[in-house]
């Protein structure tokens, strides 16, 4: 049935290419159309221009913001790496922190990048619910900094006590794009976590995985006296 339907489409399309008439009552009937329906056509139309001048606009405002935001995000990072965290948090009064870089500036990339900085800052604080919030809402597709905010979140659900928590963040820091250096870090951090819960099973495979699969990382001897002392 589709197949007749698809053929008797085609033939129709043949009819109007071979017959100049057939083709130019079709043109007369869109054109009978729009004439009648100006209204309707130039409302789709003003619609549809409308929607694209929009994205651009807003593309642009976007752009100019993440600007501004990368230059107040630049100076909070300084003082994150100098170890003055309430600055790195606040600003300086001249300058935005990351908290309000988030606020002011919160569809931007850099926005996105100070909810990582501001969860790691709260982390080192000891303010580890607040850690959570910010961590929780930073996203990437980065090789090394979506796993980080994961390891980051389960350091600070064991802060809490929340050992199952803090298990699955670091398995999912451990499986996101492994790699030779971070991975093996991520997987005694879950072993650790499973050990919290008296899940040993769990443990020894964390532990198993470093022994097996990163054998010239540093974690490698620890691992495998780990594994050791669990009994493998």
Partial sequence: MAKKK???????VEELLENPEALAEKFSKTEDFIENNKTLVFSVVGVIALVIASFFVFKYYVDNQNSIAQAELFQAVYYFESDSLELA????????????????????????????????????????????????EFSSDDLLLQ?????????????????????????MAADYKPN?????????????????????????????????????????????????????
């Fill in 89 to 136: 948090l606040k600003g300086d009064g001249n300058n935005y922190g990351f908290v309000e870089i988030i606020d002011k500036f919160g569809m931007t990339e850099a926005a996105n990048l100070a909810n990582l900085y501001a969860g790691a800052a709260y982390l080192q604080q000891g303010a580890s619910p607040l850690a959570v919030v910010y961590l929780k």
């Fill in 147 to 171: 796993a980080r905010a994961y390891s980051l979140l389960g350091d600070a659900y064991m802060e809490q006590g929340r050992f199952a928590d803090a298990s699955e963040q670091y398995d």
């Fill in 180 to 232: 030779e250096f971070f991975t093996p870090v991520y997987l005694m951090k879950a072993a650790l976590a499973y050990e919290k819960l008296a899940d040993t099973a769990k443990a020894k495979e964390r532990y198993a995985t470093i022994v097996d699969e990163f054998k010239t990382s540093n974690e490698y001897q620890t691992a495998a006296k780990e594994l050791a002392r669990l009994g493998s």
């Fill in 6 to 12: 698809s053929q008797e489409k085609h033939s129709q």
